[in-house]
Structure formats: C-alpha cells, structure tokens
C-alpha cells in the first residue's frame, strides 16, 4: 500500500533556532516527491521537488534531502523565522500509467519569539 | 494574477440540500483536482480532471460529482450532502499530468453540513 509518514506530528522551536521535519514513505513505481508548506487557513505552496537522482534541493533558507534507498527526507528549515509558523506537507507522486499524489498527515511547526 | 480561485469560502448547510462550489483557474492548465482535508487524515483526492471532458475518480469519490466543460472551471457538486461531508475542500491545477508540474492550490472552501 502506498503510503507516506511524517514525523513530528507537531514541533515547537525557538526564533532563530534551526529543525528537521521527516517523511518516509513507501510508493511504488516512485516519480517524485514534494515539500508543501501550508499556512493556516490557507492552500499548499510548493517548497521544492526531487527526483531520485536528487539528494538535496534548497530553496532559501529550506533544504530538502532526499534517500531513496531508504525512502527517506527531510526539510531542515535554518534560522526560523516566525513567517515559519505553518504545516508542512510531504507528497509523493507515484507513476503507473497516470500520475497518483499521495500525501503525507503534516507537521505543524509552531515558531515561538 | 495567477491564481485558483474557489467560492464560497465558508459554507454551512443541512443535509441532503444540493449545493456547488466552484473553482476556477486563470493558467490554462490542463489538470485539475479536488481534495478534501481533515484533521489527521492529510489532503484526499475527490476527483481529478486531465482535460475538458475528461475527469476521473480519486481516492473518496462517494456523495461527490464533478464536470469539466470549460477547461478553466471544475465545480464540484454535492448532491445530498451528508454530515460525513464536512470538511476543508481545496482546488488545484497544474500545466499538465506529468506529476512534475506544480500543483498550484485555491485557498480552500470549509464546508459544514448539519
């Protein structure tokens, strides 16, 4: 069964401090996989995308890594900032015939002054 | 602007009354879906469209119908809503059905059935 976990359920930091939000995920034929960010209230903005030929995509001060041998990311985000404050969404897109997004439950990260 | 527009934002009605949410998208993109969210559960797929007249079922399609008869609009219709229904709902769209192409997503519609 396609799948795709996430941990922490949800993380509360510090201004300033940096953290590391997981996913494993277990899909099969793997294309791609994608990191949401999602303010509340709000839809999903695409962070970044990687293939399995990608180990790390960064996009200002978020940084994706990527293991496909282990089926594993992460996003480490660098000195949070309280904008930071927002759900974050892993989605893995499975090829087999037509395009299929399976989703992640999220962390929802909490940035404290 | 580009953008995915949906309407009603908020939405409260009673069981089995028919309503519509709409989404439109101002990007020609070719695909567009229907999700919806609840807590724990992450984003589902409703239905998805590849093209004009070409529309597909999701992971939870029950109690929903959808059309694509312009390619820039894809309502979502439901029927006789149930209590069950209640949820965060979004719309989204990308160029293609690559899988690589950005979703790009509407700013969701909650919908409380009674």
């Known amino acids: 069964k396609n799948q795709v976990e996430q941990s922490p359920q949800s993380l509360i930091i510090l201004e300033g401090k940096n953290c590391t939000l997981q996913c494993n995920y277990t899909v099969s034929p793997f294309s791609n996989l994608r990191w949401y960010k999602q303010d509340t209230g709000r839809g999903p903005v695409s962070l970044t995308i990687m293939t399995f030929s990608e180990n790390t995509k960064s996009n200002g001060r978020y940084t994706a890594t990527l293991d496909a041998d282990t089926k594993q990311s992460s996003l480490h985000i660098t000195a949070s900032q309280l904008s930071d404050s927002a759900s974050y969404i892993c989605v893995v897109s499975a090829t087999s015939g037509t395009y299929k997004y399976i989703f992640g439950t999220g962390t929802r990260l909490k940035v404290l002054a | ?114």
């Open chain 2, 1 to 114: 602007e580009a953008q995915v527009t949906q309407n009603p934002r908020y939405l409260i009605t009673v069981t089995g009354k028919k309503l519509t949410v709409t989404c439109s998208q101002n990007m020609n993109h070719e695909y567009m879906s229907w999700y919806r969210q609840d807590p724990g559960l992450g984003l589902r797929q409703i239905y998805y469209s590849m093209n004009v007249e070409v529309t597909d079922k999701g992971d939870v399609p029950e109690g929903y119908k959808v059309s694509r008869k312009e390619k820039r609009n894809f309502p979502l219709i439901l029927e006789s809503p149930s209590p069950n229904q209640t949820s965060l709902y979004f719309c989204a769209s990308s160029l293609r059905t690559s899988g690589w192409d950005e979703q790009f997503f509407g700013p969701g519609t909650r919908l409380t059935v009674l």
